[in-house]
């Protein structure tokens, strides 16, 4: 199983960027940060099967995670970003089918699958 990010990159405050990833067949799927020396966080997380979508308070109304038709490539919409947005962006997929509830899909530990990670750094 591999999950591919991609996307990252320097932007000013402010600004914008759209992270991808391409994986498919998971129930849940979720991006995850970890700044230097900070534990990594859950940012915002999809289930796969209803669409329904969770967001960490820090993002909401920022970021947006959405999928494509195909259920294929996962998204992340980064917009108004700020420089504590900095960090380095992981893509995760859980393939258990126990459903979830709230914020416990922010939790990592949910998470089967991870990717390499993509940079992300705000100025």
């Known amino acids: 199983v591999q999950l591919v990010e991609s996307g990252g990159g320097s932007v000013q405050a402010g600004g914008s960027l759209r992270l991808s990833c391409t994986a498919s067949?998971?129930?849940?799927m979720a991006w995850f940060r970890q700044a230097p020396g900070k534990e990594r966080e859950g940012v915002a997380a999809?289930?796969?099967?209803?669409?329904?979508?969770y967001y960490a308070d820090s993002v909401k109304g920022r970021f947006t995670i959405s999928q494509d038709n195909a259920k294929i490539t996962l998204y992340l919409q980064m917009n108004a970003l700020k420089p504590e947005d900095t960090a380095m962006y992981y893509c995760?997929?859980?393939?258990?089918?126990?459903?979830?509830?709230?914020?416990?899909?922010?939790?990592?530990?949910?998470?089967?699958?991870w990717g390499q990670g993509t940079q992300v750094t705000v100025s």
């Open positions: 995760a997929a859980r393939a258990r089918t126990i459903s979830l509830r709230g914020s416990t899909c922010l939790d990592s530990g949910q998470y089967d699958y």
């Open positions: 067949g998971y129930t849940y």
């Open positions: 999809i289930d796969a099967r209803s669409g329904i979508t």
